[in-house]
């Protein structure tokens, strides 16, 4: 399980911001060594970026004092302001003695923040990393107010101080770069100052003009031979370089008469008055060759054959330190005045000026050709984005770098020991002693651990100097970029497509859809990131909080509309809104769901959006195809893609609900079959159609109406009273009356909704109540009079039967026999009469329809007679049973029976017709008379409550409206077709149990 730092990111997203700023700095420097306020603005921008500090800048140091340079954000007003250090307690002197990152995150109390500083800029927290330069502290990284509630983090910290660190190479070879410039301008500068005091001597100003500028030591010293032969009229001269350190002296370059073995002379060298010059520092100069001491003549006497009348031994000094002697030979003698001497002091100035100069210069070109190749190196390295070929690449870049025998390249295992990754050159994997050769070994720090080494060699002795080494290290520091730039390539590709899945789940949501159908589509593109055996989306959106799953795929697609107990899904949100994975998803579901899932791990992962859950993601995956890492990195960061996707889904599937709910309002209120009318104060400021209608005024004519205007008498009654109200034609009816009050916020009345309802009917109904009632008792009654009518008329079919048995003759036997028949048939119809009269609960179960039919139309075959209706009865036997309630089936029947009859009083032709058919896995049940038919405006309102065409006292227009509620509920139709003057046909249509029908309540 992972975890999130105090900003809410993951370490793993932490690390990768810190590569990404550590690697933005690697390819400045890739591109060449950047200027020195380049590297300290983009090291400031880093700095406030990755803390989301208010600020940051470097300050420069110089003693007590420090300058403000780079400043970023609320620090950019303080720009190359210098300010005088606090004296202890203070972060910066804190900083510069523990050469270690100093935070504080009370600032506004803290005695070590300069209060200069702290109400101007109105500090609570600060962080103060030193850089560290060639082992001195040469600035200070500074940042100031974080974003995050509880300032800078331990996190924070190291990472600015890695940043400083990091920072302290670019500076450091900016800062040699520097100090060569400034070498070569002070030499130029100098040059140029010899240039104008040689003007008064026209040799000086020949030979600074013959020197300024050139470049090779080998061009100076052809010049200063020039000079010497031309002007001064010497017959040669020799330059010594001198160390009085270690007391070694040698002959660099000689020219002209009287030159000598360069070995010897350089081994001789301390015995002649060459010594004293260059310790001294004091020019000799030399009249009579034959003067001297034994050992001098002894070593002078080359140069008096060769005919040397005198010597002008000078020291090369630059800035008060003799590094060299110039000796300069004379054929002819010379007077050697004082202004002579200071002319060959000034000559041998310049010649010292221009040979170190021209080292510089050569010193330079050597160096920048080493920079180009280590730049190339670089560039090489920054190329090589795969991580199996960057051995051989980092041992190609060391080969145009640094010149040696072999290059390697070793690996720390866990155990301490090197392994070999990779070599280059012959001998590279030779037991070669390293006491015959020079070794170079560097090692390549990753997180402030060596992991890597390069090792050079080379057979010569002292083949390395310091210049290789910083060579190396500032490669083996690239080279350890270039193995984290190819991981962290590998990773952008993996942060494209998480960015390029961010933006597909941020279109998804808005496309037009529900909620399953996005979030499906969110599944789909999840799955393309991280593909696994199966994914399921679940949304709290129900007022009781609880989480519906509502889009699922792959293994977990039977949690769809599940909805597990409590308000944390199915296997529980994490209460910190972190990940949780669990090894098991059966063990953890509900018994129930066990069955519809697989037994994989699963990963949940919260849905977190202002500050509240709205959902889990779960991500089940097999043992054999686990989640890698990448992929879960990769869901854990899109989770807060999705999470903004069910937020938006959920706003505005709330948003439709409420239109809806505001249209249902709208339409209930227009729709509303009695009057609402809705008061500010006494007066009608809104009436329905509905209110239009029954009182006779339009919707306009009644707003702003007195609603007393309508009440008789003119005054309100209380809420809830029935009332008399008059219509705009002057009639009354009787009102049932609610009225609610309005309430604004703070609970003040400001109006009122009244509800009014014509209760004439409600009356009718009433009435039509107190009749049922007396026909239940009468029913109750006749179910009496049945069952003692039914005993006499058992006794008498039983005696019938029994004198069937004695020997009778043929007519009594016919009477007899017509006994019996009529006492079975009176008992059939008492028997049928009790069962339409008996009370019971709703039962169901088959009933046969023929039956049924047989069984009604006995009830009704006196009636029919006595009407003159000839029945005609149609059974089709191959009927099924239905699934119902057999008495209110029969309730059915008998009442399109009985409107059958009403329909054909006073008709010449009476013929009632019954049938049942199947058609299409349905039992139809035909009830068909010739009566007078119906109008289809009377159709249309055929099956409303209270519609009747017969006359007042005669029906309610309540049979037809309950039957079609019968049918309705036994999943059935009624259907109707009528001719005027022709008659009509009632079909009742009943499902077969083969069609699946239901019979609900």
Known sequence: MSETTANGTTPQHRAQRER??????????????????????????????????????????????????????????????????????????????????????????????????????????????????????????????????????????????????????????????????????????????????????AVLVRTAEALAGVGAPEAVYAHIGEIVRELLGAGGFSIYDVDLEQN??????????????????????????????????????????????????????????????????????????????????????????????????????????????????????????????????????????????????????????????????????????????????????????????????????????PSRLLRLRTNNAAGFDAHDADLVAILARHAMQAFETAQLFGAQETERQRAEASARIARATLESGGVASVLRAVLDILHDIAPSSGKALGVARARDGRIEYVAAVGSLLGLVGHRPEGTRGLLGISPDGRPVEFDSLSDQAPPLLRDRVSDERVLVLPLMARDHALGALLVSSTAAQPLSYRERVSLEQLAASVALAVDAVLLDEEERHTRERERTLATALTTIDHPVFILDGEHIRYANPAAAREYGWTTGELLGKPFSELVIPAKLGAADAEQRHRRRDGSEFAAAVTESALRAQDGVVHGAVISVRDVTMDRAVAEQLRHSEKMVALGELVAGVAHEINNPLTGISAFAELLLEDELNHEQRESVQLIKRESERATQVI??????????????????????????????????????????????????????????????????????????????????????????????????????????????RLFEPFFTTKPPGIGTGLGLSVSYGIARAHDGTIEVQST??????????????????????
């Open 20 to 201: 990404d700023a550590l690697l933005q700095l690697a390819r400045d420097m890739a591109q060449g060594v950047p200027s020195a306020g380049r590297v300290l603005l983009h090291l400031a921008q880093t700095a406030q970026s990755f803390t989301t500090a208010a600020g940051a800048c470097v300050l420069e140091l110089d003693n007590d004092s420090c300058r403000v340079t780079a400043p970023t954000g609320l620090l950019e007003p303080y720009t190359a302001h210098t300010y005088q250090i606090m004296p202890p307690p203070s972060l910066f002197r804190q900083a510069l003695a523990s050469r270690q990152v100093v935070l504080t995150n009370d600032g506004a109390n803290d005695p070590r923040v300069d209060p200069r500083f702290r109400d101007a800029m109105q500090i609570r927290h600060v962080a103060v990393a030193p850089i560290v330069v060639n082992d001195s502290v040469d600035g200070l990284l500074v940042i100031v107010n974080s974003a995050e509630p509880n300032g800078f983090s331990q996190s924070d910290a190291e990472f600015l101080q890695r940043l400083a660190d990091f920072s302290a190479v670019a500076l450091r070879d900016n800062a040699l770069v520097g100090q060569a410039e400034a070498a070569a301008g002070a030499a130029r500068l100098q040059a140029h100052e010899a240039a104008v005091a040689a003007r008064r001597n």
């Open 248 to 449: 070694v002296a040698a002959l660099v370059f000689q020219s002209g008469i009287g030159s000598v073995h360069p070995e010897q002379a350089s081994a001789q060298f301390w015995q002649t008055r060459m010594a004293s010059v260059v310790r001294d520092g004091v020019p000799v100069f030399v009249d009579d060759m034959t003067a001297g001491s034994p050992t001098e003549l002894r070593l002078t006497a080359t140069l008096r054959e060769a005919g040397i009348a005198g010597l002008a031994l000078l020291p090369l000094r630059i800035s008060g330190r003799v590094w060299g002697l110039m000796s300069i030979r004379f054929v002819a003698p010379r007077e050697n005045d004082t202004s002579e001497h200071e002319f060959l002091e000034a000559f041998a100035s310049q010649v010292a000026l221009a040979l170190r100069n021209a080292r510089y210069v050569n010193d330079l070109n050597a160096r920048a050709r080493r920079l180009t190749q280590l730049a190339d190196a670089q560039q090489h390295l920054a190329g090589i984005l795969d991580a199996a070929r960057l051995p051989d690449a980092i041992l190609e870049a060391l080969a145009m770098v640094v010149t040696a025998t072999s290059y390697e390249l070793l690996e720390t295992t866990p155990d301490g020991s090197l392994e070999l990754l990779g070599a280059r050159g012959p001998g590279a994997e030779s037991s070669r002693s390293e006491s015959d050769c020079d070794v170079l070994s560097i090692p390549m720090h990753a997180d402030r651990q």
């Open 831 to 940: 028997r049928d009469l009790l069962l339409f009269a008996r009370k019971s609960d709703t039962s169901l179960g088959p009933v046969d329809v023929n039956a049924l039919l047989a069984q009604t139309l006995r009830l009704r075959a006196y009636v029919l007679r006595s009407n003159e209706i000839e029945v005609s009865l149609h059974l089709d036997q191959s009927c099924p049973t239905v699934q119902g309630d057999a008495q209110r089936l029969q309730q059915v029947i008998l009442n399109l029976i009985t409107n059958a009859e009403h329909a054909m009083e006073g008709r010449p032709l009476r013929q009632l017709t019954l049938r049942t058919r199947v058609y299409n896995e349905r039992v139809l049940i035909s009830v068909e008379d010739t009566g007078k038919g119906m109008e289809p405006t009377v159709l249309q």
């Open 980 to 1001: 005027p003057d022709v008659g009509t046909t009632f079909t009742l249509n009943l499902p077969t149990p083969v069609s699946g029908g239901a019979v609900v309540e």
